[in-house]
């Protein structure tokens, strides 16, 4: 699977659950649902969606966690088509 249809899928998979603004996930739960060859990748993907503002990561003291950015509707929905 390639970067951009992990990407797609990661945002699918927040939007879907409604992780958007201040409802968050774990950033491993996100692999949930993928061949495992595929789940190395999944933290790639999601740290090139925190760089282009599209995930807002939230660190907490269990580890990282991640929700959609409200503010960048026009880049998710490119990603829910």
Do not use: C
Not at 16 to 36: P, S
Not at 64 to 74: E, G, I, K, M, T
């Amino acid at each position: 699977m390639e970067l951009e249809q992990l990407k797609g899928f990661i945002v699918k998979k927040l939007f879907h659950h409604g992780y958007v603004g201040g409802r968050h996930t774990d950033i491993e739960n996100l692999k949930k649902g993928l061949a495992g060859h595929v789940k190395g990748e999944v933290k790639e993907a999601a740290k090139e969606l925190i760089k282009e503002e599209i995930l807002i990561p939230k660190p907490t003291s269990y580890g990282l966690h991640v929700s959609l950015n409200p503010r960048r509707r026009a880049e998710i929905e490119k990603y829910l088509q």
